[in-house]
Antibody, heavy 121, light 107 residues
Framework: EVQLVESGGGLVKPGGSLRLSCAAS????????MNWVRQAPGKGLEWVSY????????YYADSVKGRFTISRDNAKNSLYLQMNSLRAEDTAVYYC??????????????WGQGTLVTVSS | EIVLTQSPATLSLSPGEGATLSCRAS??????LAWYQQKPGQAPRLLIY???NRATGIPARFSGSGSGTDFTLTISSLEPEDFAVYYC?????????FGQGTKLEIK
């Protein structure tokens, strides 16, 4: 069974740092690109970052560029998001999502259950 | 950045009725558009990819159409479990973006 399990969320003060992890199981992690997508309380979905299977391609949303760093360890079947200089507006549930190839394109097709990050003093 | 605008924001219907949800892109995304369903407390679930193709295990009552800038998600006959929030997403350009969502609620 494919599983994605996020961890590392919690309460952090503005300006602080947090590292999220996503543990993958049930599939060959090294063959898939991955995403982080977040959802502020009561709000819609916002894509945060993408990393290709071999880490050759990395993209960020403008809202997090320069503050967040995505990485992965294929030997440990794990995805990470290092979040620095956190702001109140970063408060959200953070999902990791596996990129899957469908037809002509690829889309986040398998999602974890998310981990809540709260930025507050 | 491509902006996706979904309408209506909220749609109130009864089980058995048909639903039509719209997603409009600020510039062409070709057919690189997906639809997701999200229920309270759950992660999103991929319904439709490449504008008109159902993902694995998605019932036939869900269908997608459109290309370029105008897209539609149609649910032919609503089941109780279909009441949820629906998001469109484009994968044509970076950054990938989501629409703001349409809440489908029971009338």
């Amino acid at each position: 069974e494919v599983q994605l399990v996020e961890s590392g969320g919690g309460l952090v003060k503005p300006g602080g740092s947090l590292r999220l992890s996503c543990a993958a199981s049930g599939f060959t992690f090294s063959s898939y690109s991955m995403n982080w997508v977040r959802q502020a309380p009561g709000k819609g979905l916002e894509w945060v970052s993408y990393i290709s299977s071999s880490s050759s391609y990395i993209y960020y949303a403008d809202s997090v560029k320069g503050r967040f760093t995505i990485s992965r360890d294929n030997a440990k079947n794990s995805l990470y998001l290092q979040m620095n200089s956190l702001r109140a507006e970063d408060t959200a549930v953070y999902y990791c999502a596996r990129e899957e190839s469908y037809g002509s394109g690829s889309y986040p097709g398998c999602w974890g259950q998310g981990t809540l990050v709260t930025v507050s003093s | 950045e491509i902006v996706l605008t979904q309408s209506p924001a909220t749609l109130s219907l009864s089980p058995g009725e048909g639903a039509t949800l719209s997603c409009r892109a600020s510039q062409s995304v070709s057919s690189y558009l997906a639809w997701y369903q999200q229920k309270p407390g759950q992660a999103p679930r991929l319904l439709i990819y490449d504008a008109s193709n159902r993902a694995t295990g998605i019932p036939a009552r869900f269908s997608g159409s459109g290309s370029g800038t105008d897209f539609t998600l149609t649910i032919s006959s609503l089941e109780p479990e279909d009441f949820a929030v629906y998001y469109c997403q484009q994968r044509s350009n970076w950054p990938q973006t989501f629409g703001q969502g349409t809440k489908l609620e029971i009338k």
